[in-house]
T-cell receptor, first 116, second 113 residues
Framework: DTGVSQNPRHKITKRGQNVTFRCDPISEHNRLYWYRQTLGQGPEFLTYFQNEAQLEKSRLLSDRFSAERPKGSFSTLEIQRTEQGDSAMYLC??????????????FGPGTRLTVT | GQQVMQIPQYQHVQEGEDFTTYCNSSTTLSNIQWYKQRPGGHPVFLIQLVKSGEVKKQKRLTFQFGEAKKNSSLHITATQTTDVGTYFCAGQNSGGSNYKLTFGKGTLLTVNP
């Protein structure tokens, strides 16, 4: 069990550019979550997948944001036409199918995005 | 939508003093989870409370879930410098496929040695 990994760890981009982040969950975890965290705030839910199905998206997720989990394993989060307000830490978490209906989430180290 | 409020936002204590953070939800929760985030780190799961009035202990940490399942607290006895970090509560509702967590803003604990 190597934990949740995220790449890249840091990304600096210019406004208007597209960025893509990757998350590799703990193996055999069927649920995968994306959150955004800004300074002094708790993580804000963006979206989640059960296997390859995207089951919920937050209203925070504008049409510039898209997430995929094509084979039910790793996931990508893409932001198109980045804006300065997108600067944040993007956290990925996964949870196990074996730990009951209410499951603890294991977070990755995050990708820090800076839009200049 | 569901909101989770936490107080205080910051707490500075001398090592050895106790610490408590409080969490209130605008809606009744199915369960509440607590996470700790060290400076520069990511949230790490501490505990989950499911039952009304539940109390759980982990060494010097005591977690409570209110009778109405709308509030919770975390109490640390005799703080140590290793307790430094931000403590988040996160509420979860059941029903359908909704398993997302709604986090509070957290309480940043600093400990003076």
């Amino acid at each position: 069990d190597t934990g949740v990994s995220q790449n890249p760890r840091h990304k600096i981009t210019k406004r208007g550019q597209n960025v893509t982040f990757r998350c590799d969950p703990i193996s055999e975890h069927n649920r995968l979550y994306w959150y955004r965290q800004t300074l002094g705030q708790g993580p804000e839910f963006l979206t989640y997948f059960q296997n390859e199905a995207q089951l919920e998206k937050s209203r925070l997720l504008s049409d510039r944001f898209s997430a995929e989990r094509p084979k039910g394993s790793f996931s990508t989060l893409e932001i198109q036409r980045t804006e300065q307000g997108d600067s944040a830490m993007y956290l990925c978490a996964s949870s196990s199918p074996t730990s009951g209906a209410f499951r603890e989430q294991y977070f990755g180290p995050g990708t820090r995005l800076t839009v200049t | 939508g569901q909101q989770v409020m936490q107080i205080p936002q910051y707490q500075h204590v001398q090592e050895g003093e106790d610490f408590t953070t409080y969490c209130n939800s605008s809606t009744t929760l199915s369960n509440i989870q607590w996470y700790k985030q060290r400076p520069g780190g990511h949230p790490v799961f501490l505990i989950q409370l499911v039952k009304s009035g539940e109390v759980k202990k982990q060494k010097r940490l005591t977690f409570q879930f209110g009778e109405a399942k709308k509030n919770s607290s975390l109490h640390i006895t005799a703080t140590q410098t290793t307790d430094v970090g931000t403590y988040f509560c996160a509420g979860q509702n059941s029903g359908g496929s909704n398993y997302k967590l709604t986090f509070g803003k957290g309480t940043l604990l600093t400990v003076n040695p």
